[in-house]
């Protein structure tokens, strides 16, 4: 029987072609909880506000003049 060790090199290598799985799958758990906790929710929700409303209060100055 052929006995399967578990190397430091072995480890590496696994580390090594895993990496961007991990990353990616660290990135969207954390999206997921700004979502949860609704703190990027508002943030879109702000940025959206920002954009919308000063051209909004431009159009209206533009049409008075």
Do not use: C, D
């Not at 290598?13 to 954390?30: C, D, N, P, Q, R």
């Not at 990027?40 to 920002?50: E, H, R, Y």
Request: aromatic share 8%; hydrophobic share 60%.
């Amino acid at each position: 029987m052929a006995q399967k060790q578990l190397t430091v090199e072995k480890i590496i290598a696994i580390v090594k072609e895993k990496w961007s799985l991990f990353g990616v799958s660290t990135l969207i758990i954390f999206l997921l909880q700004l979502l949860s906790s609704k703190v990027l929710l508002a943030v879109f929700l702000g940025l959206i506000f920002t954009i919308v409303v000063p051209s909004e209060a431009l159009k209206k100055l533009l049409n008075k003049t």
